[in-house]
């Protein structure tokens, strides 16, 4: 049974960082794809980034780009998010979740296993 957890959530002030972390349990977290998606209040899960087994594949949604960075640790069995450059409309619960396909989606049904989420909050 795979079993993600994510850490690294807060509250920070427009324009600051955050990273991150979601750890894979249970099973070989190399053959898994990994993606961030985020959910804010009243509005449906969406897409933020994602990466392959390898790492060399990125994804990003075009809000993020440029101010995010997805990356992995296949010895740590961990997938990191960077956000730089934050801003009040990032808020929301991000979410990490894994899928065996070696090129991820970005299509919420795709995915298997999800973590519980993280609150992320930035204030202007």
């Known amino acids: 049974q795979v079993q993600l957890v994510e850490s690294g959530g807060g509250s920070v002030q427009a324009g600051g960082s955050l990273r991150l972390s979601c750890a894979l349990s249970g099973r070989t977290f190399a053959v898994y794809s990994m993606a961030w998606f985020r959910q804010a209040p009243g509005k449906e899960r969406e897409f933020v980034s994602a990466i392959g087994w390898s790492g060399g594949s990125t994804y990003y949604s075009d809000s993020v780009k440029g101010r995010f960075t997805i990356s992995r640790d296949n010895a740590k069995n961990t997938v990191f998010l960077q956000m730089n450059s934050l801003r009040p409309e990032d808020t929301a619960v991000y979410y990490c979740?894994?899928?065996?396909?070696?090129?991820?989606?970005?299509?919420?049904?795709?995915?298997?296993?999800w973590g519980q989420g993280t609150q992320v909050t930035v204030s202007s």
């Open positions: 979740a894994a899928d065996r396909r070696p090129k991820p989606s970005f299509v919420v049904a795709s995915y298997d296993y």
